[in-house]
């Protein structure tokens, strides 16, 4: 069978050792080659991965070049996914990028212009889809069990971007290397609004079958000497209702860990009932006509391809099979319109028509 030769490049987001590790432990897999233009930002994946010093490399060519991958997996900063995009594209790779789509909808669709070129598959990871609790939600709803979604509500964050690490380990940074990140950085797509929002609205679009709302409205706090906001909440308004995405920097606590409170996650309405799917719980909440006092279902256990995103795009190129909702372009499209409509509302502070 094919082995899959994939190099990581660009380390801005510490998301990269995590998919780093996917691909290590992936029996058709190899990491060839990972890049990244300060090399500091490599030693720990060069060791745990056991890579060799002609597999490490601080300009994307050379690695491109020298490694051949098939698949490259890309965690720049937000406001540059379509400048990597753009760099990657040209060599004839599928890529796998890490969220969000994009800095804005002009970038998302430059970087899907970019990939036509070649006829490459470009796929969006959401690491909140391989939460068995969001695949066992979208299984309900599409087997009918609150009938025809309507709206949903969605809270989304954690203490701080700066504040865990690749495994979630657990570090407390420091004011100078808040004010180095670009996580912080207006420039560079900062902020809460921008890190997290296009979770609530890129998977609140796979739920609600890919309806596409009307209007947004958002407002928006951030911390006196801080560039970017730390908290936002967006009202979307759809032609049958509304449904709202809520993101915060400075939770209690992480809801990996202890879940804070207000818990992060979703409440959706459909026309014969609600469901409740809490990040990382072991039971999803419904309400139906039938039974209005509720009850649990347990979340299902999550079988290969549908574990991580490594595994899942290997097994959408070797079999053709459809990619999972909020990893496909058009989805993740939807939740762009959404988080750029709601950034461009709080910064006028009106409520705004979709953006095109």
């Known amino acids: 069978m094919k082995r899959w030769r994939i190099a ?11 998919l780093l590790r996917q691909i290590f432990d992936h029996p058709l897999a190899d990491i060839v080659g990972i890049a990244d233009e300060q090399p500091e930002r490599m030693v720990s994946a ?7 010093p002609t597999q490490v490399f601080t300009d994307y060519r050379e690695c491109m070049d020298k490694t051949k991958p098939d698949i490259v997996v890309l965690c720049p900063a937000a406001s540059k ?3 990597w995009v753009a760099k990657i ?16 909808l002009a970038e998302a669709d430059a970087m899907i212009a970019s990939m036509q070129v070649k006829g490459k598959t470009l796929a969006i990871n959401w690491p909140l889809v391989w939460d068995a609790g969001q695949q066992t939600a979208h299984r309900l709803i599409q087997e009918g069990l609150i009938g025809q979604p309507l709206e949903f509500q969605h809270c989304g964050g954690n203490r701080g971007p700066l504040y865990h690490g690749a495994d979630k380990i657990e570090v407390e940074p420091t004011a100078e290397e808040k004010a180095a990140s670009w996580f912080y950085s207006k420039e560079q ?8 929002m296009g979770y609530g609205t890129t998977l609140g679009t796979w739920h609600l079958g890919s309806a596409v709302p009307l209007e947004v ?4 706090h951030s911390t006196p000497g801080l560039e970017v906001d730390e908290h936002s909440v967006a009202i979307i308004r759809y032609s049958h209702g509304l449904s709202r995405s809520e993101t915060r920097w400075g939770t209690f606590t992480d809801p990996w860990t202890l879940q804070p409170q207000p818990k992060c996650g979703f409440v959706i309405r459909g026309t014969d009932g ?4 809490f990040d990382y719980e072991k039971t999803v909440r419904v309400q139906t006509r039938s039974q209005p006092e509720g009850f649990d279902v347990p979340v299902d256990v999550i079988a290969e391809p549908n574990r991580n995103p490594i595994e899942h795009f290997i097994h959408h190129l070797e079999s053709g099979e ?9 989805i993740s499209r939807i939740g762009q319109q959404i988080v750029d409509t709601a950034f461009l509302s709080a910064e006028a502070k009106k409520t705004l028509p979709l953006v095109a």
């Open 8 to 18: 990581g490049i660009n380390f801005d987001h510490f998301h990269m050792g995590d």
């Open 46 to 52: 060069t060791k745990n991965f056991g890579l060799r």
């Open 81 to 83: 996914h379509g400048e």
């Open 89 to 104: 594209a040209p060599y004839g790779t599928h890529i796998l990028m890490e969220k969000p789509f994009a800095g804005s």
């Open 189 to 196: 797509g900062g902020g809460s609004l921008l890190d997290y």
């Open 217 to 220: 409205t958002c407002t928006w």
């Open 274 to 277: 609600t469901l409740s799917c």
């Open 322 to 330: 459809p990619l999972i909702g909020p990893l496909t372009l058009n």
